[in-house]
């Protein structure tokens, strides 16, 4: 990984671990040219020390490594951080560039050349080039940017012999333009050409680290440079970008696609909301009804807890010789509530499994088509009301599928502070399918008016606990800011792909979790920890006018929320009692997995907080109602 | 007190002259919109407000654009 960083270095030096990075803006055929030139070994992770995920695999004698799309290297964001550290130990980069793009795409490119790294450009898109009037010079680009230019169709695999055969070209200009700014960083300093270009445009980690006559320049002000340069480095950039798109390229003509004008429905609200209510819908339907219910239902209850689950018990029972001191452990392996090798199995492969590829079909399907922005963009107005931009609406949706899924959503909603206040509104209000599949059934006793209090109390709690929270939080949500990609019809073969990769890279992370924690709970339980927190919670019960039943309700709602829900259908309740328990294990705490995955996305603080203040929301609002009810016994 | 983009009507073209916010302005800048003038595609009410450079569509949410001053092009100039 090391090899050049500091020494500086060209690209004849490529040797047999040299790493490869794939750079490009986001959507510009990434994952597509990355699927073309990985051979054997794909292997997703995330980047050391971030919750941004990374590919590599191998590509002739070179690590190939995909990166986060971004704009330009710098360190506005977590993926932008990703990939200037990994551009900054990069033996090469090949360019991803839209051809239909140039304007927005080449300040990249110039950037990664004056930072020295040798360079092959891939110029993708040349179809939509092509399609849509943008006639590319290749030849002159290609003398232009004095690296190689290579066009492709990353889709129809065009372009990528001869890609292959000439990486190893991959080179950088001797000296750009940029080496004029050089002169305002001191004398003394010692740095590679890629750390003075990021220096010159005010670089904060480089800066701290710089090495200026022996002497770290810690402790001081971190940049070495007039904080202004920035801009007029970049400002340069785009002139050069201007000049070059000027001479390489001509647009014959410009004419509204149909994907422009889809774009406009989409984002107009008087009919873009009715498309938008369409995609959920559909998306519900797949996910909610046809994978939540159904098919988990089959897996679950028909395959597993028919089959597997017997067996499992019969065959543990069998193997494990008759002895008191090891009835512990076979409690541990096979009890109901959450046995390591039969619910939690049941659970991980019966459930999450299938939920986690339905949702991840779907975040596929939105993101390609290019509806995912758009959405953003239709909701940003009403998030904003609770701190949050239009970004937050995919952990939303994705909540009402599953929401330990919806937690490792909220990376993708922006900075810290809204990432806070998403996985707080997930763990509070939203319920998961699995939990409203069987609120469902419940609440079509009570009638059609009780389902719309339930859905109302809950959009007031959510609202106010955003409000709130939007209040309480320090510092200011970021607006949005995103970029309309084209739409396009998705490609299944790029969305299976990622759909595969990410699933991969949820469960390898999760199911040792889950493992653990599936453990520690039923160890709890055997030593009666569970039977404890029920007879503590007996105070509880009574305030939202329940009986006491309820409180073990409560206790399997600690571990999974359907549970709870199912465990309801089996009391003598009156239709409000029904009523307040369905809001109350709504609002309670969320499932111990989700539990488990909010600890690890954020920190530990804020996870308690947020557990502790599901309890006092579920049940304020629970007292409330049976205040308002009249149930109190 | 100058106009923000913010007040700019679907389907006009304005140049971007102030951006606040150093690093929106660093990334505005990166993506060439502060180049010559951009054309608002869509503005919706009290939300985001889209802009369009030489086919890049970006959206800005409606903070943003209160505070990105603008400024309409004199008679004829557009792109
Ligand atoms: N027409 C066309 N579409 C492409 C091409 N390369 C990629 N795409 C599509 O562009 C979209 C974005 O590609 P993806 O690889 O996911 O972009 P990434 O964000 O850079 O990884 C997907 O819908 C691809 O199917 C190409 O050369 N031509």
């Known amino acids: 990984m090391d090899g050049c960083h500091d020494a500086g270095c060209d690209a004849s030096e490529i040797d047999a671990d040299s790493t490869l990075a794939l750079v490009g803006c986001p959507n510009v055929g990434k994952s597509v040219v990355f699927g073309e030139l990985a051979e054997q070994y794909v292997d997703v992770s995330n980047y050391p020390g971030t919750t941004v995920d990374t590919t590599l695999a191998e ?140 220096l010159v445009e005010g670089d904060e980690d480089l800066a701290r680290e710089a090495d200026v006559g022996g002497v770290m320049a810690d402790g001081g002000s971190p940049a070495l440079v007039d904080p202004g340069l920035r801009e007029e480095v970049y400002g340069q950039r785009r002139s050069r970008v ?138 940003d107005r009403g998030l904003n009301r609770i701190g949050l931009n239009g970004r937050a609406v995919v952990p939303m949706i994705v909540g009402v599928g599953c929401v330990t899924m919806a937690v490792i959503t909220t990376r993708m909603v922006g900075s810290k502070r809204e990432r806070t206040i998403s996985t ?78 990410r699933a991969k890279m949820f469960l390898r992370e999760a199911i040792p979790l889950f493992a653990v924690t599936a453990l520690a709970i039923s160890a709890l339980d055997y030593v009666g920890g569970l039977a404890a927190i029920q007879d503590g919670l007996r105070p509880l019960t009574s305030l939202v006018g329940m009986p006491t039943d309820f409180g073990q309700i409560l206790v399997l709602g600690l571990i999974r929320r359907d549970f709870a829900a199912a465990g309801m259908t089996d009391m003598a309740l009156s239709s409000a009692q029904v009523f307040i328990g369905l809001v109350v294990i709504t609002l309670f705490v969320p499932c111990i997995l989700a539990m488990v995955m909010i600890l690890k996305e954020r920190d530990a603080k804020s996870a308690i907080l947020m557990w502790l203040g599901s309890w006092v929301v579920a049940f304020g609002v629970g007292g409330l109602l049976a205040a308002a009810f009249g149930v109190i016994a | 007190m100058s106009e923000v983009l913010a007040d700019v009507g679907s389907g006009e073209s304005v140049q971007l002259v102030d951006v606040p916010d150093e690093n929106t302005r660093a990334r505005l800048l990166r993506l060439g919109f502060l180049d010559g003038s951009v054309e608002c595609r869509h503005h919706i009410r009290k939300g985001p407000v889209i802009v369009r450079h030489n086919g890049t569509e970006l959206a800005l949410g409606a903070a943003l654009a209160e505070e990105i001053e603008i400024e309409r092009p004199t008679a004829e100039a557009s792109d």
């Open chain 1, 59 to 198: 590509f002739g004698d070179y690590q190939l490594t995909d990166t986060p799309g971004v704009y330009g290297i710098s360190a506005f964001d977590e993926e932008e951080r990703v990939t200037r550290e990994i551009v900054l130990e990069a033996d090469a980069v090949v360019n991803v560039v839209d051809a239909t793009h140039l304007d927005r795409d080449l300040f990249l490119t110039l950037q990664l050349l004056d930072m020295g790294i040798p360079t092959v450009v891939a110029l993708n898109m040349m179809d939509e080039a092509e399609a849509g009037g943008i006639d590319v010079d290749v030849e002159a680009l290609e003398e232009a940017l004095g690296v190689p230019v290579v066009p492709t169709v990353a889709i129809d695999g065009e372009g990528f012999d001869e890609l292959r055969e000439r990486v190893p070209e991959a080179t950088a200009p001797e000296s750009t333009d940029i080496e004029a700014y050089y002169e305002e960083l001191p004398d003394e300093l010692e740095a590679s050409r890629r750390e003075k270009t990021l």
């Open chain 1, 242 to 379: 201007q000049s070059i798109v000027d001479s390489v390229q001509n647009v014959t003509r410009t004419d509204e696609s149909i994907g422009d004008r889809l774009s406009d429905l989409m984002i107009n609200p008087l009919t873009g909301t009715p498309i938008a209510l369409a995609v959920l819908g559909l998306i519900y339907y797949f996910i909610g009804d046809l994978v939540a219910q159904r098919l988990v239902d089959k897996l679950e209850g028909e395959i597993l807890a028919a089959h597997y689950i017997p067996a499992v018990e019969s065959f543990v029972g069998g193997l494990l010789p008759e002895a008191g001191w090891i009835e512990p452990i076979e409690f541990l392996l096979i009890n109901d509530n959450l046995g390591l090798l039969t619910v939690t199995v049941q659970y991980i492969v019966g459930t999450l499994l299938p939920l986690v590829i339905a949702f991840y079909l779907a975040i596929g399907v939105l993101e390609d088509s290019g509806v995912l922005p758009r959405l953003a963009v239709l909701t």
């Open chain 1, 424 to 501: 707080a509104l997930l763990g509070l209000g939203i319920p998961c399918s699995a939990q409203l599949g069987v609120i469902m059934g419940l609440m079509a006793g009570l009638g059609l008016i009780y389902w719309f209090g339930y859905l109302g109390i809950l959009l007031v709690v959510l609202g106010v606990a955003g409000v709130f929270l939007d209040r309480t939080l320090p510092g200011e949500s970021e607006a949005l800011v995103t970029e309309l990609p084209r739409m396009r019809i998705p490609r299944p073969g790029n969305i299976l792909r990622k759909t595969y990769n």
